[in-house]
Each structure stands twice: as structure tokens, then as C-alpha cells.
């Protein structure tokens, strides 16, 4: 269980946490593909596109591959499983318009909002993520969330991923914290929970897209779950 006695400072994932991803990310591929009046099935389309965009993204935490290669590589892998013909300039094309659009889709999972209020009455908040800088704060504000937060710890910015330790570390010293003060709420258990067990602070695991069980910290299933943990 967590002890909220000790706890002063709540950092949460973007992400798949407090960002519906998922949901965002449909309604963008659809109005891009709307617009290059391409005939695809967004459905057959995301069904590849998640799970390849899932190991794309290890990679690019592991630093097996670079920001272009993720944002390149996951659409055209998806666009081969599909059997949809498309060039690389078409493709690069696709990738831009969707680091366009992808942000200006503000669906957060439901209760976040309530949560978010509950929580900032006696926390302070924070975020850390693996996403991109501009895009990452562009969601932030679209969505609603900026007045929540004290600080946004980006990857790109503090110059390391989760799950490295520096990133956890640099986050706890800017916001003039502690470990042993602070928890971690993620819904990637290699990136978020990992990271943050391994720097000594406590953690929630929001499994939102179904990862294996584990007992190294409480699994929640929703938003409305973690309410439990601080009344």
C-alpha cells in the first residue's frame, strides 16, 4: 500500500495516464487521413499501429533508436501490415501532420479532472514524461491541465527517459523534493514504475493498456481507483 503520511509531491505520467493516448491519437489518424483522402480503415489501421507504436517507443527509451526513426518507422511498419501503398515522402508527410493535429485533441480519461482537484488541495503535482517537449505542453494546455501542475519534467528537455535514474533525480531536485516524499503514478511499469521504485519513491501502476501483474507497487485499473490511496 502507499503511505500518503510521508507523501508531499504526486508525479504522474502524461501519456496513457491523465491523456487519453489512445483516443487522441485515433481521431488525429482519421482527420489526416480524411484530409489526404486516403482509403484506409482506421480500425484495421490502429489495430497494427498500436502495438508496433508500443515497441517503438521502448526502443526509443533503450536509445536504440532516434526521434526520427520513432516518429518514421512506426507508421511506415504499420502502413506494410496494412498492405497500403505510400511513399516516403508520404509518409513524412503523415508523421507531421500528426505531431500537428495529435495535441489539439484534449480527451483526458475519465476522472482525471476530479482527481487532479482532489489532489492538489493538499499536493503539490507534477509531470514527467518520455513525450516531446512542445507537443507534450501543447496537450497539457488543450486538455486543461496547466493550472494542476508546479512543474513539466519532459525527456527531451532534462536531456534523460524514463526509466534512467537521472530523470527521476533532476525532476525531485527541481521541484525541491524527495524520494522517500514523493510518488510516481505510470502506466508503463518499465518506464514509470521501475524508475521510480529504483530512485526510492513510491508508485501506483494505472494499467491502462493491460501490462502483466506484478507486486512491486498497487495496480489500479482507472483514474477513479487512485482516489483510494489518498482520502
Request: aromatic share 14%.
Amino acid at each position: 500500500m502507499i503511505n500518503t503520511r510521508k507523501i508531499t509531491d504526486v508525479f504522474f505520467d502524461l501519456d496513457h495516464t491523465l491523456w487519453d493516448f489512445e483516443k487522441n491519437s485515433a481521431l488525429a489518424f482519421n482527420l489526416i487521413f480524411n484530409k489526404l483522402n486516403y482509403s484506409i480503415k482506421i480500425k484495421d489501421f490502429l489495430s497494427h499501429y498500436i502495438p508496433i507504436n508500443h515497441a517503438f517507443w521502448k526502443l526509443y527509451r533503450e536509445n536504440k533508436i532516434s526521434q526520427k526513426d520513432l516518429r518514421i518507422q512506426r507508421l511506415s511498419q504499420t502502413f506494410k501490415k496494412i498492405k497500403f501503398e505510400i511513399k516516403s515522402n508520404q509518409i513524412e508527410e503523415v508523421s507531421d501532420l500528426y505531431i500537428t493535429h495529435l495535441s489539439t485533441f484534449p480527451h483526458l480519461f475519465d476522472g482525471t479532472h476530479d482527481l487532479l482537484k482532489q489532489l492538489k488541495d493538499k499536493y503539490r503535482l507534477h509531470i514527467i514524461t518520455n513525450g516531446f517537449e512542445e507537443v507534450q505542453h501543447f496537450k497539457i494546455a488543450n486538455s486543461g491541465l496547466k493550472n494542476y501542475f508546479y512543474h513539466v519534467f519532459t525527456a527531451e528537455k532534462i536531456g534523460f527517459k524514463k526509466p534512467q535514474p537521472q530523470i527521476f533525480i533532476t525532476a525531485l531536485e527541481i521541484a525541491q523534493t524527495s524520494a522517500s516524499s514523493s510518488v510516481m503514478i505510470g502506466d508503463s511499469y518499465g518506464a514509470d514504475i521501475q524508475g521510480a521504485l529504483a530512485v526510492g519513491m513510491q508508485a501506483i501502476h494505472f494499467n491502462s493498456h493491460h501490462e502483466a501483474v506484478h507486486n512491486h507497487c498497487p495496480i489500479v485499473y482507472s483514474i477513479n481507483e487512485i482516489k483510494q490511496f489518498f482520502i
